[in-house]
């Protein structure tokens, strides 16, 4: 009797350890979304950094050559 009822308290705790498992998976694989989605989301913004930085130092190239071939300023000019 105590054999069968070990049993049966062996096979119910199985039972619950599997429903506890494949929550604890599906509560697992939520994290692993919202880490993933967390990290598409921030390399997202690392590529927008990029673009504006990028856009900026064109931007301040082009100022920069177009002073560049400005006429250069004589002494005379100067002292005005």
Known sequence: ?????????AAA????TACESKKEEAVE???ENVEAAGEAKADAMENQADAVRDSADAKADKMEDNADKMAPVSPEEKVK
Do not use: E, H, I, R
Not at 3 to 9: E, M, N, P
């Open 29 to 31: 694989q939520q994290a």
């Open 1 to 9: 009797m105590k054999k069968v009822l070990f049993l049966a308290l």
């Open 13 to 16: 705790s199985f039972s619950f």
